[in-house]
């Protein structure tokens, strides 16, 4: 059985994906053909249905969870991880008319600054790797940061204004659920479950050979120190990877139900059917 797969070029994904895709660890007779693209692309593409399995942002899931339910395995969830709204060190305040820097309108980072900022209306999406320059540059008043970018925003000149990760933890109580790994509902349930197992098995093979992956993660990364890409590893791929458990699942359900409050466009499924 032939799977499609997509996922991001972001160290995160790649060290949580090499084992089942390098044929590491066994993939139960099933062989996964591979996509990398950014996620904000991903929640695009994923409209079209046109992946078996992909990385989405819980954002753009909820507009698609009836096409696709999520695994319990390869969330990218926890505290202290979420979105930063940076800018100059010269910009002075937030005002309606502030044009702010977003990567990708269904990314889970938008949704958590149109929460956080509901004023905020003038939001540009823009490929995240560029996002800071861009507001360097004077072109955007501010951005939202994601992946690579938190951990070196500071050094490019640019201060937070926000960090909406734990605007989130004050707001809902719960972890930030950032993005996860959705298969089609066209599986039945084995199936579902059988991708699950060889995540969870490439995951748990990760985190035992850690290195093991450091070729395939640089050879995509956006930024090429490892030290960095370890801190990004470390700090999204977690306990949430394995099993988002009923911990997990609880900031996801609040999260869900912030969305269906602010856009009609949101899916409505029962809470307890956007897991497998």
Do not use: C, M, P
């Given at each position: 059985m032939i799977i499609k797969l997509a996922y991001s070029p972001c160290p995160n994904d790649t060290f949580a994906f090499h084992a089942m895709v390098h044929n590491l660890v066994d993939t139960e007779g099933?062989?996964?053909?591979?996509?990398?693209?950014?996620?904000?692309?991903?929640n695009q593409r994923a409209q079209d249905g046109i992946y078996d399995m992909c990385k989405l942002s819980y954002h753009a899931y909820f507009h698609l969870c009836d096409k696709y339910v999520m695994l319990k395995a390869g969330s990218a969830l926890g505290y202290n991880n979420g979105p930063l709204l940076v800018a100059r060190e010269s910009f002075t305040g937030l005002t309606p008319d502030s044009k702010i820097a977003i990567p990708g309108r269904m990314t889970t980072a938008a949704l958590l600054l149109s929460i956080a900022y509901p004023q905020l209306q003038k939001r540009e999406p823009v490929l995240f790797?560029?996002?800071?320059?861009?507001?360097?540059?004077?072109?955007?008043d501010a951005g939202v940061l994601i992946h690579e970018g938190?951990?070196?925003?500071?050094?490019?000149?640019l201060k937070l204004i926000c960090d909406l990760g734990n605007f989130w933890h004050t707001h809902s109580g719960t972890a930030v659920p950032l993005g996860g790994i959705a298969v089609s509902r066209n599986f039945n349930k084995e199936i579902r479950k059988k991708i699950n197992r060889i995540l969870k098995k490439s995951i748990e093979f990760a985190f035992t050979h850690p290195d093991i992956s450091d070729e395939y993660v640089t050879l995509n990364a956006q930024i090429a120190?490892?030290?960095?890409?370890?801190?990004h590893i470390?700090?999204?791929?977690?306990?949430?990877?394995?099993?988002?458990?009923?911990?997990?699942?609880?900031?996801?359900?609040?999260?869900?139900?912030?969305?269906?409050?602010?856009?009609?466009?949101i899916k409505v499924v029962r809470v307890e059917e956007l897991f497998i």
């Open positions: 099933i062989e996964f053909k591979t996509e990398l693209a950014d996620v904000e692309l991903l790797s560029q996002i800071a320059s861009r507001v360097l540059s004077g072109e955007f938190r951990f070196t925003y500071e050094k490019d000149g120190d490892r030290e960095i890409q370890k801190k470390n700090l999204y791929v977690n306990k949430f990877s394995l099993d988002i458990g009923s911990e997990g699942k609880k900031a996801v359900y609040s999260l869900y139900k912030n969305a269906l409050k602010s856009n009609q466009k």
